[in-house]
């Protein structure tokens, strides 16, 4: 059995979290693209990683899925 504490391996690389964190605040695509210094087309990039490794087709559903997971917050 592990120790209090341990966290098993985060599904989401620090760059899928950060475009999730800011989707969850309602920004679009170009906004969070300017946010974080990347091209939209990263920013789908990075939506559709994450969907496929959460097995979901959408976006809501993929935030659903991490809220529920306790991989985001609100």
């Given at each position: 059995m592990k120790?209090?504490?341990y966290r098993p391996t985060?599904?989401?690389t620090k760059?899928?979290?950060e475009v999730?964190?800011?989707?969850?605040q309602d920004k679009t695509?170009?906004?969070i693209a300017k946010e974080l210094f990347?091209?939209?087309k990263t920013v789908r990039n990075h939506i559709s990683n994450a969907m496929q490794k959460l097995g979901v087709k959408g976006?809501?559903?993929a935030?659903?899925?991490l809220l529920r997971m306790g991989e985001l917050e609100l």
């Open positions: 120790e209090d504490g985060q599904i989401l760059r899928e979290r999730f964190e800011l989707l969850v695509t170009r906004e990347i091209s939209e976006r809501s559903q935030v659903v899925e």
